[in-house]
């Protein structure tokens, strides 16, 4: 029976993973449309861009928006990458290179779009950061950085942390109060019993501190400065990644403040001091305090 269960249960992986890579090079491949399939096929186009950061910082945004101009693609969040960090981040440098470099070619080879500078925006990409860059030698990463506190209000808003909240997200892993891979092994128990202000500060920190890993072919997009100075940003982020900075100038004034400073409003005393006891220390570094 147990060998049945096994048998039954990698089935079912095999049939979600080739269903994931089929409608994510679809998705991916629609994008591209914007470029005939015989000219991106000329040639391979290995200028990669992986824009990183914590969930909720405005990665979509920029990730979407570097995917818009002429001769990228927005490869979007692939799912398949996603689920495999966790398992990933535990094994050695060199099979993290060859694995992530077999998801992320996958794709664009079913997608048609290798001519294409193709935007990978997993925010979990952060933890394989270095592995993702030395998979593509002539790529670069642009991680963006969001106050903590306004963050935290995200991600106390989408409830992924809540304690009882189920469900999963795309790539199958689970919301909830349980610690993820992230999480400080050594303080695993900790983490459950935490207040969700606190596991959300939790998770900014760890997300940011992970993508700082190779800042020497990493671009920093502060959130704040791009609603500040949408056009001084995108020529900024265009010279780094020599890229033309009219379109980026045009993508990127679709971006809102609304959410700039929310923190203020909607953070109780207790969960403000919970965020600065977890994350304060990053926070005043950055100079967000």
């Known amino acids: 029976m147990h060998e049945w269960q096994a048998l039954v249960h990698a089935a079912r992986q095999a049939s979600w993973t080739a269903s994931t890579y089929g409608v994510t090079a679809v998705r991916v491949g629609l994008r591209g449309n914007r470029v005939s ?7 391979r186009e290995d200028r990669l861009v992986f824009v990183v950061g ?3 910082s405005g990665t979509s945004f920029t990730g979407s928006a570097l995917g818009s101009l002429p001769g990228w693609v927005d490869l979007g969040e692939l799912p398949m990458l996603k689920v495999s ?9 060199p099979v993290q290179v060859s694995r992530v470099r077999r998801i992320v070619d996958r794709v664009r080879l079913l997608g048609g779009v290798r001519g294409l500078r193709g935007v990978e925006q997993n925010p979990e990409t952060s ?6 860059l030395e ?3 002539r790529a670069a990463a642009v991680h963006v ?3 903590g506190r306004d963050v935290v209000c995200s991600l106390l808003e989408r409830g992924w942390l809540r304690r009882g909240r189920g469900g999963h997200d795309d790539a199958r892993q689970s919301y909830g109060d349980h610690a993820r891979f992230w999480v400080e092994p050594e303080r695993r128990e900790e983490f459950r019993h935490a207040s969700e202000a606190r596991r959300a500060a939790w998770a900014w920190r760890r997300y940011v501190e992970a993508a700082q890993e190779m800042p ?7 959130y704040e400065a791009l609603v500040a100075d949408p056009d001084g940003e995108a020529a900024r982020l265009a010279a780094a990644l020599d890229t033309e900075p009219a379109p980026l100038r045009e993508a990127f004034a679709a971006v809102h403040g609304r959410s700039v400073g929310r923190w203020r409003r909607e953070l109780t005393p207790e969960q403000l001091a919970d965020v600065e006891a977890e994350a304060g220390d990053l926070l005043a570094s950055l100079g967000y305090v």
């Open 85 to 93: 960090v966790p398992e990933l981040v535990r094994l050695p440098a």
């Open 145 to 147: 950085i969001r106050d």
């Open 54 to 56: 914590c969930p909720r």
């Open 216 to 222: 020497e072919r990493t671009t920093e997009l502060r």
């Open 135 to 137: 998979a593509f030698p």
């Open 37 to 43: 399939r015989a000219a991106a096929a000329l040639r």
């Open 127 to 132: 933890y394989v950061l270095r592995a993702a």
